[in-house]
Structures are given as structure tokens and as C-alpha cells.
């Protein structure tokens, strides 16, 4: 018997490519609602010889794996380290029971890990796993969502390191990050300040590191012989931020769109007192292109406002963001090692 509630998930960060190491520890687990692609994909390369009447043989050519999963974005957890991964860093500070995560979006991230799903009958463990896209959406009167994917080189069933998930647990079963508690600051990247708050009713920032499957004869295994070394990055990492508004009310979005006006964004969601301050959790992007305004009556209700954007780096510092990288990400919670490590 296999039911949702049977799940464990679970994340580590690894070493060498081709090599599981455990992830069946305290702390390692991610509490998820939906799991995809958590197994192979092959290429079927059928013997197609002269000389036989029917196909009698067919081997396994290139294996592709991709495994994700999405849930509730909480505070604290394992659910950042694959998210610190795609950042490609993690300036860890603090004592006590309180810290700062501070991820500054690299121009190249190489960190991969171990992940592992038991599915209430067996482990399905992704021995090598590069996590390279996340989103974190929100939408009026709900909680954060995050989802990751990423890039597995090999799937496997049997012969895993991880043969049980049993020692696995959860930094906090708490924790979730409301939408209706964020505070989004948006104005001109020129501005000389940036406290002009929005009050969007959704929003959706996905992070997107191209890679490209590098397949190559490298020693692999006689049964697998299409794993992929590690992937590597091919073309620009892509950031994009989408914000609805529930009622047009202005022009001013249109005219910037008209006008290619770039736009900075801060948007922060504060949570509960850990000790002396509060869990909190910050995403800063100091240009913004827009790409697409949408404002379409559909009736004789209000008419929304969606605003699509891309984010750059910016040429210069601009007021009330630290960084030029298009994207700066900052949580403080309880834990004390940094991501990258985890």
C-alpha cells in the first residue's frame, strides 16, 4: 500500500558526481505536496540490422532524470538548500538560536546533492542531483508556495545508499509563510529610495540556471551507459517576476511599459519572534524590465493589472538594494550551517 501521507523527502548535499551519500539523518527531510518525475527517462535505441524480420534487441541509449517537488514555503528547513544551491551562495553569520542566510545570485553555481523520496514501498533515491529552477508564488488569503526541479543523473531502486528514510526529520513542521503578511516595495530602479509599498493579490518569482546534459564515454556502467557527467551551464540564468494586481487603477504601469522605465522590487515576509528577532524572509531585485502588461476588461467586474518582468543585473548600485545581482535573497531562521553545506 502507497499513500501521500507514507512521503518522505529528504536532501544532501553530495561531493562527486555519480556518488549518493546519505540524506537519511536529522533535519535533512522537506516536508512537500506534490513530487514529480522522480524517476528515468531513456532513450530506447532498437537493433535495426538487416537480415531479421521483426526487432529481437533494444539497449538503453542517454538516461534523462528530472526530479521536483513543490509545498508550502516555511521559515526554517531543509527546504533552502536547494534553493540556496541555484543562488550558488550562502554567507552564513550568527549565534545562539538566530541567523542570517544571505544569498547573493552568483554568475555560476556548481553545488549538487543527494535526493531521495521513499514512497511508502521503496526508495527512489536521485544519487546525483543538481536542483536548477525554482519558484516562489503566492497567492490573496493563502500560503507561500516554492517549488524546485532539477537534474538527476541516475534514479535508481535498488542498490541504493539510501536504503531506508527512517532517521529522517524536520527542522520544524511549523512555519509557513503566509502571503497576505509580505510587504512589497516597488518603484523606478532611479528612485532614490524605495518605499513606495503595492499591495498585489499574486506573485510568482521563478529562477531558472540553464544547463546542458553533458553525455559523454566516461566509465559508465555496462547496464547504464547514457548517465550524464555533470551538467553544465549553458546560456544566461533567467529570473522573472510576475505581479497581479486585483484593480488597474493607474497608468503609471502602462506608461513604464510604453516608456521601457526599469523598475526594483524588495519583497519581505516577516514571521514569528524566534529569540531577541523574527524569522524573516527577503527577495531584493534592484532592475526590472517589464516585458508584458496585461489589463483586459472581461466583464463589469474590476479589471486586474499583471505585470511580467526580467530581471538584470543592474549597471550601477541603486537606492535601497545592496547588490547589482538581479537577485539578492535574505532569510534568518535557526539554522546555523550554511545551506550550501547541508
Known amino acids: 500500500m502507497s499513500v501521500g501521507r507514507d512521503v518522505t523527502l529528504a536532501y544532501s548535499v553530495g561531493s562527486t558526481w555519480g556518488t549518493a551519500v546519505s540524506v537519511n539523518a536529522v533535519d535533512k527531510g522537506i516536508l512537500t505536496k506534490d513530487i514529480s518525475a522522480s524517476y528515468n527517462t531513456v532513450e530506447q535505441l532498437p537493433d535495426e540490422s538487416a537480415g531479421v524480420s521483426l526487432l529481437e534487441f533494444m539497449d538503453s541509449g542517454n538516461i534523462a532524470s528530472e526530479f521536483g517537488y513543490s509545498g508550502d514555503l516555511r521559515f526554517d528547513g531543509q527546504l533552502w538548500a536547494p534553493i540556496f544551491t541555484i543562488m550558488g ?3 552564513t553569520a550568527g549565534a545562539g538560536s538566530e541567523y542570517t542566510h544571505g544569498g547573493i545570485f552568483a554568475d555560476t553555481a556548481n553545488t549538487f546533492g543527494t535526493i531521495a523520496l521513499f514512497d511508502g514501498v521503496t526508495v527512489r533515491e536521485g544519487v546525483s542531483w543538481l536542483p536548477n529552477t525554482f519558484t516562489i508564488s503566492g497567492d490573496s488569503g493563502g500560503i507561500v508556495q516554492a517549488s524546485v526541479s532539477g537534474i538527476a543523473q541516475n534514479v535508481i531502486s535498488t542498490g541504493q545508499t539510501n536504503t531506508t528514510l527512517g532517521s529522517v526529520t524536520y527542522t520544524t513542521n ?14 523606478d530602479s532611479s528612485s532614490g529610495s524605495l518605499t513606495t509599498t503595492v499591495c498585489p493579490s499574486s506573485f510568482e518569482l521563478t529562477v531558472t540556471r540553464n544547463y546542458a546534459l553533458d553525455y559523454t564515454a566516461c566509465d559508465n556502467p555496462l547496464a547504464t551507459p547514457g548517465l550524464t557527467s555533470i551538467p553544465v551551464e549553458d546560456g ?7 505581479l497581479t ?3 488597474y487603477t493607474s497608468a503609471d504601469d502602462l506608461n513604464d511599459f510604453n516608456a521601457n522605465t526599469l523598475k526594483k522590487c524588495q519583497i519581505t515576509f516577516e514571521g514569528a519572534t524566534i529569540s531577541a528577532v523574527t524569522y524573516v524572509v527577503v527577495l531584493s531585485m534592484p532592475e526590472l524590465k517589464i516585458t508584458s502588461f ?4 472581461s466583464g463589469p467586474g474590476r479589471i486586474p493589472e499583471t505585470l511580467e518582468m526580467t530581471s538584470l543585473r543592474a549597471q ?3 537606492a535601497g538594494i545592496s547588490s547589482v545581482q538581479p537577485l539578492e535573497l535574505f532569510v534568518r531562521n535557526t539554522t546555523g ?5 547541508l
Open 174 to 187: 511549523e512555519n509557513r509563510v503566509p502571503f497576505g503578511v509580505g510587504v512589497f516595495l516597488f518603484e
Open 316 to 318: 550601477s548600485a541603486v
Open 294 to 297: 496585461e489589463s483586459d476588461p
Open 89 to 91: 551562495a550562502d554567507l
Open 236 to 242: 544566461f540564468p533567467e529570473i522573472t517576476l510576475k
Open 337 to 341: 550551517t550554511s545551506y550550501l553545506l
Open 245 to 247: 494586481f486585483p484593480e
